[in-house]
């Protein structure tokens, strides 16, 4: 496949990386359309950061190619990185200088002048929310707070793409609207993103296109909606008095629900997909009534990230990642 | 916005001298950055100047008065360039902490992800580790006028023997570099202490290779930071040990070479595990 540099603001083909007995990169291909943002979703260790550091120069490739704002990371690493902003898991800046000292020292290592660096920080900083506390030191900041300092660090040059690795990890909620607030209006401006996350809530909300990674590749790609629909949409949850009410609880909620029930008798859990949410819920409390089956429970949440790669890939993820995943539906 | 934003093709370069004046350029950044940090942390800039003086005094005024210098010398005079040299040598944790730190907060692969001169992040840091121990090499002289050391052998062998001392930093400057970006972890410090401390100890800044245990004493007497001792003790003209091994004979030629033999081991390693970095 030849590369298609015209409409695409990043193209990678056939990328391997090998680290030891693992490929953390096992043949990974993505085109992103230029202006557009795609989501990378996947879980620890798929392979998300290691194709990130890959495509903002950061990683040599064993094999495969890829070009991002139409410069080839390995061969013409040096004028791709004036097209490319990186905001990492971790915000990468000097904790003891100030906001705008930071902003200044990564200008002029974009070769700004001193003078064009000192503007640009302050306009960065304006424009993030931070013009009132560009003089302190970073280690004063909060968690949002750093991270839209960070996101403003991968911004002073304008780049066309912009890669957001995790960038909301750490984050409580609040600061997790920050960046999602700043991060949608830099997409209004036309910028290329490419964002890696766990969080399939973050993906939905941000990405017009995601492609959920896993064992070093892309295994499936569509629209969040595409995807959702893929893997049975949101999903009714049912805490049992009885645990031995399961079995007919299971059977109605089949019925109803039209989906695959699953049930833990640990929990007295019983859950399925469903396709019209509301209507879904009125429709099982109605059936379990009607049986008289007591809930004690029932919640209508999205799939976590466990449960799409159940379905996606027949495999769990790692614990960890499935746990954080059910907090962030739980926040 | 004021402005419009800067765009790529403006501050690209456009040639090699173009590259070489960023090259500067982006190292004198890096730089500036660590004098803004002694700016912004003034304490931490006076403890790390100061806690080599209170060795000074401790030995000085604690230990000095049971201690008997080879020839009747004066203690205060003797027990200088081994102050000198210890604190030379105790720069390698700054470094490495620096460097260390940034590697694991990301800072680096930022750097790395700019169009700046990839040699500048490891120049910049050294310009500026020098200009800490010249600083800290300067309140140590000071402090040694102040209790009455003294160089006796004009102010050529002086100016000489703060070249000798000035490059062993250099030299070790690069071994915590090299180990800064191995180690990746700025906890990592007190193992580098535990290496550091007794290089700083097994030596003839306070005693006598030749009233160690005969092994021990051979290993002081190689030691690099003892060529640097004997060497600035004979260049200001301080009393020293002397000494029968070709170590202890050569002290000025030693001086030299442990410092050049480290930097071409180690100024390689450093350069290696940067590229190191992208894959």
């Known amino acids: ?331 | 916005m004021t402005t419009a934003s800067p765009a790529a093709r403006e501050v690209a370069p456009r040639g090699g001298p173009d590259r070489l004046r960023w090259a500067l350029s982006d190292a004198w950044v890096i730089t500036h950055r660590d004098l803004s940090h002694w700016a912004r942390r003034p304490a931490q800039l006076v403890v790390g100047l100061l806690f080599p003086v209170m060795m000074v005094l401790m030995f000085a005024f604690l230990f000095g008065g049971g201690m008997v210098i080879p020839g009747g010398g004066d203690y205060r005079e003797f027990l200088m360039p081994g102050m000198f040299a210890m604190t030379m040598v105790f720069g390698i944790e700054t470094t490495f902490t620096a460097v260390s730190t940034d590697a694991t907060r990301g800072v680096t692969d930022r750097f790395r992800s700019l169009p700046m001169a990839s040699s500048a992040v490891v120049a910049g840091r050294s310009a500026a580790d020098m200009l800490n121990s010249v600083a800290g090499l300067a309140v140590m002289i000071a402090c040694g006028l102040a209790i009455g050391w003294r160089w006796h052998e004009g102010p050529g062998a002086a100016l000489a023997a703060v070249g000798l001392l000035l490059l062993l930093r250099f030299a070790l400057l690069w071994i915590g570099i090299y180990l800064g970006l191995a180690i990746k972890s700025p906890e990592a410090v007190m193992a580098v202490q535990i290496l550091v401390w007794p290089l700083g100890f097994l030596s003839n800044t306070f005693a006598s290779p030749a009233t160690m245990p005969g092994w021990l004493g051979a290993v002081a007497e190689w030691n690099p930071l003892s060529a640097t001792v004997a060497a600035t003790r004979q260049l200001f003209g301080n009393p020293g040990w002397g000494g029968d091994s070709w170590a202890a004979q050569h002290a000025p030629l030693m001086a030299l070479a442990w410092p050049l033999l480290i930097l071409v081991i180690f100024f390689p390693l450093s350069v290696r595990r940067y590229r190191r970095l992208s894959r």
């Open chain 1, 1 to 331: 496949m030849p590369v298609d540099s015209t409409g695409h603001a990043i193209v990678a083909e056939g990328l391997r990386k090998r680290y030891g007995g693992t490929e953390a990169l096992a043949g990974f291909d993505l085109a992103v359309p230029k202006g557009t943002v795609c989501g990378l979703l996947g879980p620890n260790g798929a392979g998300k950061t290691t194709a990130v550091r890959v495509l903002t120069t950061l990683l040599r490739p064993d094999a495969g190619r890829a070009e991002v704002a139409g410069f080839d990371v390995v061969r013409q690493a040096a004028r791709a990185r004036y097209h490319v902003g990186l905001v990492g898991q971790h915000a990468a800046l000097d904790e003891v200088l100030s906001g705008r000292q930071n902003l200044v020292m990564f200008g002029r290592l974009y070769h700004l002048g001193l003078a064009r660096a000192r503007r640009r920080a302050d306009e960065l900083l304006e424009r993030f929310g931070l013009a009132d506390t560009g003089a302190k030191p970073v280690k004063q900041y909060s968690g949002g707070m750093r991270r839209r300092l960070d996101l403003a660090a991968g911004l002073i040059l304008a780049p066309s793409v912009l890669f957001l690795d995790e960038p909301t990890t750490g984050l409580d909620p609040r600061g997790r609207n920050e960046v999602w607030e700043a991060v949608g209006s830099l997409v209004a401006a036309g910028t290329t993103v490419l964002l890696t996350t766990q969080y399939l809530e973050e993906a939905d909300r941000l990405a017009a296109k995601i492609c959920v990674v896993d064992s070093g590749r892309v295994i499936a790609e569509g629209t969040p909606g595409e995807l959702k629909g893929a893997i049975g949409g949101d999903r009714v949850d049912v805490v049992l008095r009885a645990a031995d009410e399961i079995p007919a609880a299971m059977a109605i909620i089949g019925r109803v629900t039209g989906g695959e029930p699953e049930s833990d008798p640990d929990t007295r859990r019983v859950g399925a997909p469903v396709r019209e949410r509301v209507a879904a819920l009125t429709e099982v409390v109605r059936a379990l009534d009607e049986a008289g089956i007591v809930a004690e429970d029932i919640t209508l949440r999205r799939p976590s990230l466990d449960e799409v790669f159940l379905r996606l890939t027949g495999h769990r993820t790692d614990e960890r990642a499935g746990e954080r995943a059910a907090e962030e539906v739980a926040a």
